[in-house]
């Protein structure tokens, strides 16, 4: 698998929680937990908003909340403000130890 | 905080070999890896290994072994010296500080290297 799969684009309007998919596989997502979400903004580096599947580093805004199941990780964005839009990856681990991400979702807030 | 500075942007010939430093500022590598990540213009992220300083062990993407090394040469600065470069090799090249979990941040700047004849 050449990446993880992720929609092209979301969009959402101020104030509404969104939920932006990430689909792996047994060998990657399915089997492990080290799944991870990236938040860009143009012209900058990515900056890590989950860890873990779940976990949120610190100074990361409580309205970033991740989950699992099965092969499918999800990142969800409660309360969008427009300082959200950008584009977000996932990334996980696999099982021939290398690191897999996501093609990215551009997040539009309306 | 922890800061990662990177090299600068260079433009190289195909066939020519590039070498890209990361430098920690207020921090040390020594319990962490240091992972590589380039993003190719308009696309998304791809992963092209990790280095960790402590043990000197390396894992590379199978799309660019055999012509990536990642090292380090204290455990303050890291180098990723990709060879015979291609024009589908110019993007913006990251280092981020990783994890035992694979995950990754801080990032640097990023570098970008530009392949062109």
């Known amino acids: 698998q050449s990446s993880l799969t992720q929609p092209a684009s979301v969009s959402g309007s101020p104030g509404q929680s969104i939920t932006l998919s990430c689909t792996g596989s047994?060998?990657?997502?399915?089997?492990?937990?080290?799944v991870s979400w990236y938040q860009q903004h143009p012209g900058n580096a990515p900056r890590v908003l989950i860890y873990?599947?779940?976990n949120r580093p610190s100074g990361v805004s409580n309205r970033f909340s991740g989950s699992k199941s099965g092969n499918t990780a999800s990142l969800t964005i409660s309360a969008l403000q427009a300082e959200d839009e950008g584009d977000y990856y996932c990334?996980?681990?696999?099982?021939?130890?290398?690191?897999?991400f996501g093609g990215g979702t551009k997040l539009t807030v309306l | 905080q922890v800061q990662l500075v990177q090299s600068g942007s260079v433009v190289k010939t195909p066939g020519a070999s590039v070498k890209v430093s990361c430098k920690a500022s207020?921090?040390?590598?020594?319990?962490?890896?240091i992972t590589w990540v380039r993003q190719a213009p308009g696309q998304g992220l791809e992963w092209l290994g990790w280095?960790?300083?402590?043990?000197?062990?390396t894992k590379y993407a199978p799309k660019v072994q055999g012509r990536v090394s990642m090292t380090t040469v204290d455990t303050r600065t890291a180098f990723m010296e990709l060879r015979s470069l291609r024009s589908d090799d110019t993007a913006m090249y990251y280092c981020?500080?990783?994890?035992?979990?694979?995950?990754?941040?801080?990032w640097g700047q990023g570098t970008l290297v530009t392949v062109s004849s």
């Open positions: 981020a500080r990783g994890s035992t979990t694979n995950w990754f941040g801080p």
């Open positions: 207020d921090y040390t590598f020594v319990n962490n890896y």
């Open positions: 280095v960790s300083p402590h043990y000197g062990h």
């Open positions: 047994r060998s990657d997502i399915g089997d492990y937990n080290s």
């Open positions: 873990d599947v779940t």
């Open positions: 990334s996980s681990y696999t099982s021939i130890d290398t690191v897999l």
